[in-house]
């Protein structure tokens, strides 16, 4: 790929899901320099193909492309912003593509400085897991022009599969609180819907198909049913280890409320959703899929 | 179809519902007599191809399969019990499918009752609204033996498309209250991701086609998405008009809490949609179609 | 007590309620006759002072007023209606008090049975806990005639101390199921604030104080404060033991959330409340009182 | 008062809490400096005795003790912090209080900022609404030393009636939202129990008094039923006009949900409240006083 070859990139935040998605691009042949304040997390990368840089503003020197993966919104305000931000030392024309899961005001802000300063930004966080991240098989939701879209997708393409494009600087993060907060329900909805089966004698395999295929079809009954036993290979089958972690939705439903703090919008069950998933989470169970929820609902699934 | 030709019949309920499928079984061959306590519903019938009947125990004389289509447990269980209920008439053998919409446990009384006077029962709630039952295409649950379902089967085919057996006695009932407990939360859930969305920018209709394919997908998006001018053809794109009522769906709810209540299940998003719909209904909003509920959410979604 | 000492009382159901509230009416002087399926509790209530019968149909022979403590409506229904119910067997012109905590609904049934009969009927649901019931300073809450309660006082003065005219027929059930549903809001509500505020760094005594002398001031403020410490003498301050079953909660909101669904009533936070007592049931602490449920709130109060 | 006579005070804020506030203070004999951005609000402060201030920095120029009442956190950060801020111009020893409601978070930054510059802090919001404000009845909760508190006290005195000392920098804010959260609580709670008790026959007066003298019992029973009719001098009893607005409630709701995001904290019934009053508000609501929070539950209350 020519295009890979000829476009230096800079990485910063090699963790669980950074970490795999900088080798994947190395491995696609882009010239990546990556930097994390963990050595082990850079020495993973190391081994994968890329370069490590001494800093996130080594990182960052002569690159086209510069991708970001870190935990919450102000660690990404802190790297970029303030006359220390990595902004201020880029080449005007360069992309910045973020791909933590961070506020969506947090994200037009960064947004907001990079184009003031003749830089180009999207906001594309992922879903998929970190199975997602070293299979490149990530979905991206994309914030940010169509051009410039355009312009990243040949270096999106090789850490995920498929990128919507969800509207202007901060949509990207919009759309994944959204979908992720709708997530949250659907899990809780259909483990109540299960545990009223079984306390009425119905066997969840059927039920879980009966309700599948009808009106009350929904992603969890296709991909990740709640119940062990149902369905092979998902976290609930093999003690709800693996998977999106508790503690990871909390914290995306929490953004999800913040934002419908922010901007006014009602959430009633979305709301209800994060009280329970942070139960579950102070009950000791953070670090259980978040399929796990259904223990609040019924201890004996 | 020989063995429509060759069973008698007896049909009780005619209204919205149980006035077309009576008439589909009279269109399939079954000599149907049917009854019902209005006489308009059963002029309707008559003009469709079945015989009135003076009353519900006229009906089913002769009959060799009873359906039944009531508006709740205490009429099927006025019905069928008691010392002058329709169960004392019947010839031994005699298969009773009610596809009313009850209480499991009602269901479950009725289906020992039968069984005490050797006759068959079947409880098999429909989906699929009047539009279905005009259509010939319903969706039916059914709980009973398998062997009784066998039985049954040539005559629900001419009333529906789809067939779920769901397991024993009462349990049809007890999957289309999960099922559509599941969906009265999932169209609560859609509704806000939507509204939260709009409120932080996004296009309903570009954020419902990510969340489509991702997962946050679900039955409301793929088929009924609560948004007005986001798809063709459903209640929101024709002032939340036909479709499934509110006050329907508030009594689904209602039996699917009720039944948790008796079997001690934990049903929080449950209980949430149904005081959301009973907060609707009392607003005045009980005829329109349960979609209309992303107004509780947002007047102007 | 000339009245006491010339009514003879009927007494059925001898629980931790029933015991000893029909042992205080003997020493208040009433001639009773006591009945119940449990040896052991009929042999504690005869050392207290009652005659043991050997049905309850004898221990109502000869009754000027008839006392039940039940555990729930069904048993109610059961020992009063029908043919070989109790009410066939009470001279016209009996008084029947029921002070068990049941649906409003069954209440209003068996009051119109015993007008029909020419019996007089008060619903009188009692709080206080075994405690009060103990001590005789239950409070009663009762639904019936004016002039039926005075008939009655003398005697529910033997057992109470506050007594409390709610309405007609049935109003006693319902004013006992709606200050019990605010009651489970009340202590769920506050142990969210004392909670929030821990997390801020707050001292739960102080804010409490703060509360209970504010408009967040409550019931539970006042005597029953569910951090542990904040209060002597209360279950938060001994393990949660003692005082008011999580069970006996769940009862009484599901019964409220019954009648709520029987009359079309929107109760969110009481909906909500009944599902926090489930699942804090269901993992188990159906046995602790019921405050013990800011553990589902924050396992470290 | 000696006291008064002799400190200079600079007061921030003239709106409909601020201004009475600071007009009770220059009554009390302190030289009152005070400023607004509405000209129209300091007009009226300047008629109630103080003195006007051409800016912010003017106010509290040779100020002892600075006041501030402000919207929101934005606007006390705005105008304490950075280079620009009132901080900076203060004399060390300068007692700085803030009676704005914000999420206690800003409270500790200001907090700290004025320790590092050698000031006083104490955050101290009030409740009792305007009236109480210009009746100088206020409740204040604070946050701070207590030896700050002692200093400030006789000023706040002239303010408001009740001082709560709720712990350090912060505490003040907490302490409120906790309250103000648990007072959205017991609104909904008292009006969906009175609201259940109508629909089963009870008078809303009679089941009030029953539950407000049994366990039931909280202040808005006391204080504020949400019921028309049930006591005088409410706004439920003047069309909902007057008293504490919807809007503001869900103002203290939202930052006390936004402070147990940020602390981890899980407060079920305190996050569907604020879904409640969100839904209420934008039904049109918002203006009204927060009781009329009954109509979403019952719309004839």
Chains 1, 2, 3, 4 share one sequence.
């Not at 912003?81 to 802000?109: C, F, H, M, N, Q």
């Not at 659907?186 to 198909?209: N, W």
Request: aromatic share 4%.
């Amino acid at each position: 790929m020519s295009d890979a070859n000829s476009t230096p990139v800079g990485f910063i935040g090699l963790g669980n899901m950074g970490g795999p998605m900088a080798i994947n691009l190395a491995k696609a042949g882009y010239p990546v320099k990556a930097f994390d304040l963990s050595a082990d997390a850079c020495k993973k990368v190391a081994e994968g193909g890329a370069t490590i840089a001494a800093s996130a503003a080594d990182a960052v020197k002569g690159a086209k492309i510069v991708v970001s993966m870190l935990p919450a919104s102000r660690h990404v305000e802190g790297l970029y912003l303030g006359d220390k931000g990595l902004l201020a030392l880029l080449e005007p024309g360069t992309l910045v593509l973020d791909s933590s899961t961070i506020a969506p005001v947090s994200a037009r802000k960064v947004a907001e400085a990079a184009t003031a300063r003749g830089l180009e930004f999207l906001d594309a966080p992922v879903s998929g897991g970190t199975a997602g991240a070293a299979a490149g098989t990530l979905t991206f939701m994309v914030g940010g022009d169509t051009a410039v879209l355009e312009r990243a997708t040949p270096l999106i393409k090789s850490m995920g599969a498929n990128i919507f494009h969800a509207g202007g600087h901060g949509a990207g993060q919009g759309a994944k609180l959204c979908n992720n907060m709708l997530l949250a329900i659907l899990m809780i909805g259909t483990s109540e819907a299960l545990s009223l089966g079984k306390s009425l004698g119905l066997d969840p395999k059927v039920l879980s198909e009966v309700m599948r295929r009808s009106s009350g079809g929904n992603w969890t009954l296709e991909k990740y049913n709640p119940v062990p036993g149902v369905m092979e290979g998902v976290p609930a089958s093999r003690g709800y280890t693996g998977g999106f972690g508790t503690d990871l939705m909390l914290k995306d439903v929490g953004l999800a409320l913040e934002a419908a703090l922010g901007s006014g919008a009602c959430v009633p069950l979305g709301g209800l959703a994060r009280e329970l998933y942070a139960s579950h989470s102070k009950a000791g169970h953070g670090g259980l899929d978040f399929s796990s929820i259904i223990g609040l609902i019924n201890p004996q699934p």
